[in-house]
């Protein structure tokens, strides 16, 4: 297995930022092309059934005007399904969704939703488009991607993010866990939500873990710093955890 750890940036954020004006800046695809320049390994939106940030138009333009494969975050819906045909992105993760919620708050339920679950990921697959699936670390969820034929699942790690010193552990525990069982089962594991420079070390040290996908952290940290500035440290923070995991593994 590869030691590289590829860093997937979430701009759903800046659409957040030209939304709150109803004008045109500032621009996703202008931040998607600035993310590639700093070193981001891949985009990731996430069109919500109300659109309260990327909007259809920003899907469009970012399929047809960036060279880094898209990932696009989507509900298990009939709308959202034929919008990823109709595109084709690189990938495309499916999420859980409600509509009164701020952010996304725990990870899908593949468990108790294959049913439901399972022409998405096949007629996505059959499309050619590589689905993950946005789950908790959770052993039962891990083995119903894998049943579902999800080629790649995200861990969510809201629940990390936000541990105090009592719990950190145990949840760092957790997600080590579901990426060694990720591999086992033949996924490819990636990982995100709330992960900060505070915090995003111990997770980029787990080896089986592929890539993450940060978004909310890195536009706010740019509104300080800039976009390139934000992208660069998280890199360079992933990559120093990562090497120093290949190092221990080796001494």
């Not at 996430?46 to 047809?64: G, M, N, T």
């Not at 898209?70 to 298990?76: D, R, T």
């Not at 996505?124 to 894998?146: K, T, W």
């Not at 969510?156 to 080590?176: I, K, M």
Request: with cysteine; proline share 3%; hydrophobic share 45%.
């Amino acid at each position: 297995m590869s030691n590289l750890l590829r860093l997937g940036v979430n701009i759903d954020h800046v659409a957040t930022i030209r939304n709150a004006r109803g004008i045109a800046h500032p621009d996703p695809t202008r931040a998607a092309r600035m993310a590639a320049e700093a070193g981001a390994d891949g985009i990731t939106a996430h069109l919500r059934e109300d659109r309260r940030h990327i909007s259809d138009e920003d899907i469009e333009r970012l399929s047809a005007q960036i060279e880094l494969p898209l990932n696009l975050e989507m509900a298990a819906t009939d709308e959202m399904l034929a919008i990823a045909l109709r595109h084709r992105p690189h990938a495309a993760c499916i999420v859980p969704e409600k509509r009164e919620e701020l952010t996304t708050e725990g990870g899908l339920d593949a468990h108790g939703g294959e049913n439901h679950l399972r022409r998405y990921v096949d007629e996505m697959v059959q499309a050619g488009i590589r689905v993950s699936l946005f789950i908790d670390p959770e052993e039962r969820q891990l083995v119903a991607a894998h049943r579902l034929g999800a080629p790649v699942v995200e861990l969510h790690t809201g629940c990390y993010a936000e541990a105090g010193p009592d719990t950190w552990e145990a949840e760092l525990q957790r997600l080590a866990s579901a990426a060694a069982l990720a591999d086992d089962l033949g996924l490819e594991c990636h990982a995100g939500h709330g992960l900060s420079y505070d915090n995003v070390g111990a997770v980029a040290a787990i080896t089986n873990v592929r890539e993450l996908n940060i978004g909310h952290f890195l536009i706010g940290e740019a509104i300080f710093g800039g976009l390139d500035s934000a992208i660069k440290r998280m890199r360079a923070l992933m990559d120093q955890a990562r090497a120093e995991a290949a190092g221990s593994r080796s001494a």
